[in-house]
């Protein structure tokens, strides 16, 4: 019997024990890191088209407010261009004060552009180095406001968190207005009453008589007062607080919940490509909340300091010369006035007949061609000699 239950025994093989979650030899069996791959792409759908809401608002803004003061360029360029070039200069003593009233006016113009800058800024007063000497013979509200007291230089952890774009770094913008103990009025707006001023002065005194330079002057004036209100509209009119709020605590519940997807098919990895992804999409984030105000001061904002130099400039270039007279530049020696047919000049067709002048006119489209067709065939074989060369 003893033999028998030894071979018995020596036969019987255990049946093999089962795996079981208590097993301290595999860490997966305690914690379960990934989760269905599905939130993934639900929830980055949702990402996506919160983030590009949030993106292509800020940069219509940005968009925006570059028309404004593209609009507002044009305007000054063609209001001063009708103020030096139509508005006449009487005879005698009031010749001085008729060209010192253009002069005025036309720095007037260049004050409109920097003080609606500072005015985007929230820096509403005058004593500005930019803007000073601009606006210091008018009356304003500004003018008569106290200077504010300088503000103490911010602390490096702050410098760094403004450089990192951190809210807590952020300073509010409006303080300064806030501030005030007087009223500070509107600077801009109080310049184009000026500019309407002087407008009705030259329509009374029969210097600026004509009526569609008039309508136009008029017209350009509204144009300065709508890009005046257009970027006040653009400043004061941000994206609502609760698209802000949900659209932030939509992406920082996807990033949070983004390695726990990653975990199954990444496995460690997940760790360096979650942080990828996190970066990628707070960039994103941070990008819209950056050109969101187009009017500050920072890298990413419109340079407007460049565009009031442009307007400066381009105002300086109008009065840096008297107003062109017809003749002198038709009956200019050097006006080649049927070039490329002729390189002759105006004193030799001023001696021709208009009939010989007609004459001439009437084969310059066929010789202008011509010359195009022999211009196109020796580009066409000096590119077939290079590619030889090649």
Sequence with gaps: MASTKDSQNEDFTPPEMKKHKTDDSDLE???????????????????GLALSFRSSTAYERYAEGRKYWAQLTL???????????????RDGDEAKNDLLGK????????????????????????????????VSHIDTYAKDADVPEPTNKPSVFKKTGQFLGLS????????????????????????????????????????FTVSIYQTQSLNTLTTMNDVLTGTDRILNTPLPIAYSIAISQI?????????????????????????????????????????????????????????CDQ??????????????????????????????????????WGEKSVKEIKEALSGKPEFRFRSEGEQEDNRSVKHVNGDAAV
């Design 75 to 89: 305007a000054s360029q063609n209001l001063a261009r009708l103020i030096w070039i139509h508005v006449d200069e």
């Design 311 to 348: 307007i400066a400039n381009d105002v300086d270039t109008i009065m840096s010369r008297e107003a062109p007279k017809t003749e002198d530049f038709v009956k200019d020696p050097e006006n080649c006035l049927l070039y490329p047919l002729s390189s002759h000049g105006y004193k030799l």
């Design 251 to 307: 992406t920082w519940v996807y990033i949070l919940i983004l390695p726990f997807q990653l975990f199954n098919s990444l496995g460690w990895v997940t760790i360096p490509a979650s942080m990828f992804a996190a970066y990628i999409i707070l960039g994103i984030a941070l990008i819209g909340r950056e050109i969101e105000n187009p009017f500050g001061s920072d890298v990413n904002d419109l340079p407007l300091d460049a565009f």
């Design 168 to 207: 807590w770094a952020e300073s509010n913008p409006r303080k300064t207005v806030k501030r005030a103990e007087k009223p500070l009025g509107n600077l801009p707006l109080e310049i184009l009453n000026h500019l309407s001023a002087y407008m009705k002065t030259i329509y009374t005194n029969s210097t």
């Design 29 to 47: 069996d305690y914690f379960v890191m990934g989760i269905n791959q599905l939130l993934l792409t639900v929830l980055g759908f949702v990402v």
């Design 103 to 134: 002069i005025t006016c036309l720095n007037l113009i260049v004050a409109f552009s920097v003080a609606l800058k500072h005015q985007l800024r929230f820096e509403p007063y005058t004593h500005y180095d930019d803007l000073k000497h601009l």
